[in-house]
């Protein structure tokens, strides 16, 4: 971490985002992974992988954990001057945000009812809500997300997030870009010297684990494979953008330049508290009679040079007493000539309205350029309007209508994966393909004015819709709403029957249906 570069030159390598490929036809050469000539490869890929795109993952990390690149810079700096190191959470900040923006709120499945309840139940069983939450984290660091589906020891299917900074996925070289495998590596330490790297590879139908004792992953060896039953490359990628980078990514060098500016204040700020104080004139004034160091036997200690050796009136003594004292007094002893007294302070001045400016610049950057609103805003506020809100939240929103979409094919496609294992069951119903998924914003809501709005289109649109746009508000399901009203009206009916000697006619009974019969006729 020596050689990190600060506000110079470009931080990672051209290819430190490259996705990977190999030809299709190259890939059906392989029937079995396990050969030599297969690993060959896989141990070129797992190295460029480390050398080309780790660095870049780890730094993005780093940025997330509040370890910004202004901890490793090289000042120069005196011994005994300031030499602060502040990292802002810049990174942190916006993560969290755009996390808690997009999946606040669960994602909501719509479709064949028997396919959705099958979902629901999928998601329960795997915390899917925290686990959609993971993924976005790491989409917004990283630019990539990761994870894998598997069958645990009872035979259900479960997934798990993968760390991006040991996952990849080799795609063909079709306009279609089908996922060919995808390689899982990691390593086990068990003491400092002694480490332990393993290499997993997930195809449609196997899955290929490989080890080796070397640290940098070479000389693997092929261990065991194992069938998969899911009938497509387990390891579901997910990403951020098209060009798979992170929501803060862009704005890298902003947060150099403000960790800087805060760190400079504070040298500034420690420097003023530590500044030299410069005394013009003779010091030793006010002094006593000046008092000599003795021997044993009273008599006065000489020198070297044979003075005596005065004990309260050297220069320093006498500054030191004046200092504790928090009062110097000064004169030129009566000397027409001599330098007139004076003490002061040697500081440098602060131009704090400038610097302060500067600061709030290099804010409002870093949220404008990653869409992020700004809630310190003093306009940001409760009070405002629900389309004031919008388009506070306008660039934020078309940022979140592509992660959407973006997440949406991915959610697709892991529900594609686990369907294929629930028609080997026979327990799929319904079509995957035809499940629609709803993502609701985490928004602070106005809830008389929603109320309002929702009360004006009542008649308007129909019960279901209007049900479920009262379900962020009620937390309610629109079928579980409208089951409850529907046993409300059954239960005042039959109140209305007991207490009195009406019945309600059903349409089998003649009549419409609905019509109230006196039962004593």
């Known amino acids: 971490m020596n050689n990190v570069n600060f506000l110079n030159k470009t931080r990672f390598s051209p290819d430190d985002n490259a996705v990977f490929q190999m030809a299709a036809k190259d890939f059906k050469l392989y029937d079995d992974l396990s050969t030599q000539s297969f690993v060959d490869k896989l141990i070129n890929y797992i190295s460029v992988f480390q050398t080309d795109q780790l660095p870049r993952l780890k730094e993005l990390k780093r940025y997330y954990l509040a370890k910004n690149n202004i901890k490793y810079r090289e000042t120069g700096r005196d011994v005994n001057r300031a030499d602060n190191k502040i990292a802002s959470d810049w990174a942190k900040y916006i993560t969290v945000f755009m996390q808690g923006y997009i999946l606040g709120n669960p994602i909501a499945y719509t479709g064949d009812d028997g396919l959705v ?6 998601n329960q069983e795997n915390s899917t809500d925290y686990h959609d939450g993971l993924i976005e984290t790491d989409l917004s660091i990283y630019g990539r997300a990761y994870e894998l589906l598997y069958s645990d020891e009872q035979s259900q299917e479960r997934i798990v997030k993968l760390d ?9 070289d079709t306009i279609a870009r089908n996922s060919l495998f995808g390689v899982r590596v ?12 393993f ?21 693997i060896k092929f261990d065991r494979v194992e069938t998969s039953p899911f009938q497509g490359v387990p390891i579901n990628e997910y990403k951020n953008n098209e060009e798979r980078l992170g929501d803060f990514e862009s704005v890298l060098d902003i947060i150099d330049a403000y960790d800087l500016s805060q760190s400079e204040l504070a040298n500034f700020q420690q420097d003023m508290n530590d500044a030299y104080l410069v005394i013009t004139g003779n010091p030793m004034t006010g002094t006593s009679e000046p008092e000599y160091q003795t021997d044993e036997n009273g008599e006065i200690v000489l020198n070297e040079y044979g003075n005596p050796i005065a004990v309260n009136n050297s220069e320093t003594d006498v500054i030191q007493k004046m200092l504790k004292a928090r009062l110097i007094i000064l004169d030129n002893n009566n000397e027409p000539d001599g330098p007139n007294p004076s003490a002061q302070y040697l500081t440098t001045t602060y131009d704090s309205t400038g610097a ?12 404008r350029f990653t869409f992020t609103p700004d809630t310190n805003d003093q306009n940001f506020a409760g009070t405002q309007s629900g389309e004031a809100m919008k388009y506070k939240l ?21 529900l594609r994966l686990v369907g294929n ?5 026979n327990t799929l119903y319904g079509v995957i393909n035809d499940v629609q998924l709803k993502f609701t914003p985490n928004i602070p809501q106005n809830d008389e004015e929603r109320v309002t709005q929702l009360k004006a289109l009542y008649g308007v649109i129909s019960d279901e819709t209007l049900f479920e746009l009262l379900e962020t508000f009620t937390g309610v399901d629109a079928d579980e709403e409208m089951k409850r009203l529907d046993e409300q009206k059954q239960k005042g009916i039959d109140d209305f029957t007991a207490q009195t000697n009406y019945k309600q006619l059903k349409p089998d009974d003649g009549g419409q249906d609905g019509q109230l019969l006196d039962q004593a006729d």
């Not at 309840?117 to 999928?122: A, L, T, V």
């Not at 990691?186 to 790297?197: D, E, L, N, V």
């Open 356 to 367: 302060e400016a500067y600061k709030q610049r290099l804010v409002h950057d870093i949220l």
């Open 164 to 172: 991006p900074e040991g996952t990849f996925v080799v795609y063909d």
């Open 117 to 122: 309840e099958k979902i629901e139940q999928f």
């Open 199 to 219: 290499v997993e590879v997930y195809t449609a139908d196997e899955i290929y684990y490989f080890s080796s004792e070397a640290s940098d992953f070479t000389g």
């Open 394 to 414: 306008m660039g934020n929103d078309n940022l979140r209508k592509t992660k959407e979409r973006l997440l949406t094919r991915g959610i697709m496609r892991r």
């Open 421 to 425: 294992v629930w028609s080997i069951k």
């Open 186 to 197: 990691y390593q086990i330490k068990y003491s400092p010297t002694s480490i332990s790297s």
